[in-house]
């Protein structure tokens, strides 16, 4: 069946141009693309000139930071409209080439301006500063800030070379774990509720565990784990192959802990990720009645994890198309004010999206904002899925953030970063599901709303939770030279999977071994910012919908914001302290308020 609707798919070549995206406000033809490659070529090796100068004066330091951000910013505009193209139709050779180009392009940039931040931080303090007061240098303050906070975890030219030198050795681990798990792990063939034989995969997996037939899911989930189980040795080496290297490069740089040297960068203090941990456990009865809330609506004499995907009311029947979906996300962003809502309006009616699958097209949904272009939205999107809707309305509030950042911010300062990436595209779905709630046709209707907005909760703040305490632990341990082995890897998570669960959750001992298929954990400490970005979207989004002019202000001006503050001041000046708790346990008090909501629609 699934390869059938593949093959239905619509080639490129004969998708309505009208819903696809136009992306001439990056190269309105392909000419000027080409033209802009050879121009960057071409500049690149003009970087050398600067080379061995910038201790000479304030002028020549500016000069070279003015070249590298136009460099940046063509190299941006160019690696963006390659990377479009590609997406639209995967398998097309022209698209292919085109982003292979830019990977290399990008490559020789990132070689040439190499050398910029060592010979950068090894001018002296007295000389940087007295440079820091010419007029020439005052734009560039904030980027050179943020550049000589490295200073004390800068070494000296001959350790950061070797430093450098291990960059491709110090992937390995990670590198190993996306072979095993993506290529080499076979998980054979599951029958699923239509008495069909489907490929059991990671991107299967999913949908078997949302299957309304619990043999189905159970068959799926002890299978799926039989793989993890099979390798575990080797995923364990793996897995602390990775937490060591994280653990070895905090202590070569002089961060206190790899923790603290994976928040440096934004400028975060340990306390922001303790906090969220703390706030968490201190909510956990309400999860617990959750879980409890749910076992009985679904008949179960015990819970057991692959029973928590499952909708316990299955998705309303639904029929939406493009304009009526945009319909509803305008509606329900009315509380953003009249030009937020007209310019969006006017981009997805008008050409910012490419709506609707077609043969070689990227799965899911992006959006991609640059400097210069629209902020460019991908969709899938399916009329008989609400789930779409939300997902557009996500994707929305990515570009309407990126719109904004662009219109108020120099190149510089308008790039956003990861820690505050979400709290615009979940700000967006809490009024969308806030808007649906009040008209909602029927009980049904709210329950399902309610149950999405909890598993959401659940999902991104909780579970992201569990996730960013197990890396801090099993660091931790690195860092006291305790052993990281299958049994203590299993022993850590199990422990955090009956703390998080409780007490009455049905637990299989294969689930331990979900630690072994995460792969943010190669990527550490990088999870606990989905649970902030969406607590801090919750708490500011009550914020305005119960506030006035002064409240949407604060957020408008947070989404023009860019990166030219550090994140924590950004949300703090839109009415959020992250470093306080009260955003993070406004947001659980949400989800128990949601659960108290569906058990008296439900039970």
């Given at each position: 069946m699934s390869e059938a609707t593949v093959k239905s798919l619509p080639p490129r070549s004969t998708v309505a141009e009208s819903d696809t995206w136009d992306l001439s406000s990056l190269y309105a033809h392909h000419d000027g693309w080409e033209t802009d490659y050879a121009l960057a070529e071409e500049q690149l090796e003009k970087y050398s000139a600067f080379q061995g100068r910038l201790a000479e004066n304030a002028e020549t330091l500016a000069e070279l930071l003015a070249f590298d951000s136009e460099i940046e910013r063509l190299l941006e505009q160019l690696g963006y409209y390659a990377f479009l193209r590609l997406t639209e139709d995967q398998t097309n050779s022209e698209s292919q080439a085109l982003e292979a180009r830019m990977q290399n392009l990008g490559a020789r940039a990132a070689q040439a301006a190499s050398w910029i931040r060592p010979e950068l931080l090894a001018i002296d303090s007295d000389t940087i500063d007295s440079f820091r007061q010419a007029e020439c240098l005052q734009h560039y303050q904030l980027q050179l800030e943020r550049v000589l906070r490295y200073r004390p975890h800068t070494l000296g030219a001959k350790e950061e070379?070797?430093?450098?030198?291990?960059?491709?050795?110090?992937?390995?681990?990670?590198?190993?774990?996306?072979?095993?798990?993506?290529?080499?792990?076979?998980?054979?063939?599951?029958?699923?509720?239509?008495?069909?034989?489907?490929?059991?995969?990671?991107?299967?997996?999913?949908?078997?565990?949302?299957?309304?037939?619990?043999?189905?899911?159970?068959?799926?989930?002890?299978?799926?784990?039989?793989?993890?189980?099979?390798?575990?040795?080797?995923?364990?080496?793996?897995?602390?192959?990775?937490?060591?290297?994280?653990?070895?490069?905090?202590?070569?740089?002089?961060?206190?802990?790899?923790?603290?040297?994976?928040?440096?960068?934004?400028?975060?203090?340990?306390?922001?990720?303790?906090?969220?941990?703390?706030?968490?456990?201190?909510?956990?009865?309400?999860?617990?009645?959750?879980?409890?809330?749910?076992?009985?609506?679904?008949?179960?004499?015990?819970?057991?994890?692959?029973?928590?995907?499952?909708?316990?009311?299955?998705?309303?029947?639904?029929?939406?198309?493009?304009?009526?979906?945009?319909?509803?996300?305008?509606?329900?962003?009315?509380?953003?004010?009249?030009?937020?809502?007209?310019?969006?309006?006017?981009?997805?009616?008008?050409?910012?999206?490419?709506?609707?699958?077609?043969?070689?097209?990227?799965?899911?949904?992006?959006?991609?904002?640059?400097?210069?272009?629209?902020?460019?939205?991908?969709?899938?999107?399916?009329?008989?899925?609400?789930?779409?809707?939300f997902t557009l309305t996500h994707e929305a509030g990515h570009s309407m953030h990126s719109y904004y950042s662009s219109k108020h911010q120099s190149f510089e300062y308008y790039n956003y970063t990861i820690f505050v990436a979400e709290v615009a595209s979940t700000f967006n779905e809490q009024l969308l599901s806030d808007y649906m709630m009040k008209h909602a046709q029927n009980d049904r209707e709210r329950a399902y709303l309610i149950n999405r907005d909890i598993d959401a909760i659940r999902g991104t703040i909780i579970r992201q939770t569990m996730f960013a305490e197990f890396e801090k632990i099993t660091h931790e341990m690195a860092e006291s030279g305790q052993p990281l082995t299958v049994q203590s890897f299993r022993e850590v998570y199990g422990q955090l999977l009956k703390d998080y669960f409780g007490p009455n959750f049905a637990i299989d001992d294969c689930l331990s071994l979900e630690c072994f298929r995460i792969p943010h954990f190669y990527r550490a400490f990088y999870v606990y910012k989905y649970a902030t970005g969406l607590s801090a979207a919750i708490a500011l989004s009550q914020r305005v919908l119960q506030g006035g002019q002064q409240e949407l202000d604060d957020y408008l001006n947070f989404l023009q914001g860019g990166c030219s503050k550090d994140p924590l001041d950004l949300l703090r000046e839109a009415g959020v302290d992250m470093e306080e708790p009260k955003p993070v346990d406004t947001a659980l008090q949400q989800f128990a308020s949601l659960v108290d909501q569906l058990e008296s629609l439900l039970s």
């Open positions: 070379e070797l430093l450098a030198m291990q960059a491709e050795m110090a992937q390995s681990a990670s590198k190993t774990f996306r072979q095993l798990h993506d290529a080499d792990l076979k998980f054979g063939e599951v029958e699923n509720e239509h008495g069909e034989l489907v490929e059991l995969g990671n991107a299967t997996f999913s949908q078997f565990l949302i299957s309304p037939n619990r043999d189905v899911r159970k068959a799926a989930f002890n299978q799926y784990y039989s793989q993890f189980e099979a390798h575990e040795n080797t995923l364990a080496a793996t897995l602390s192959g990775s937490i060591q290297k994280d653990v070895y490069y905090a202590r070569a740089r002089g961060y206190d802990n790899a923790l603290t040297g994976a928040l440096f960068p934004d400028n975060v203090p340990q306390s922001v990720y303790d906090s969220l941990i703390e706030s968490v456990r201190n909510n956990f009865d309400a999860l617990y009645r959750y879980y409890e809330l749910r076992r009985n609506l679904m008949g179960l004499d015990e819970i057991h994890h692959y029973d928590t995907y499952v909708p316990i009311i299955s998705d309303l029947q639904v029929n939406r198309n493009w304009d009526e979906a945009t319909d509803l996300v305008i509606a329900s962003l009315q509380p953003l004010g009249s030009n937020y809502c007209e310019v969006l309006e006017a981009g997805l009616r008008g050409r910012w999206c490419d709506r609707y699958p077609n043969a070689g097209k990227q799965s899911g949904a992006f959006s991609a904002g640059s400097y210069v272009g629209d902020p460019y939205i991908l969709m899938n999107y399916k009329p008989a899925v609400l789930n779409d809707v």
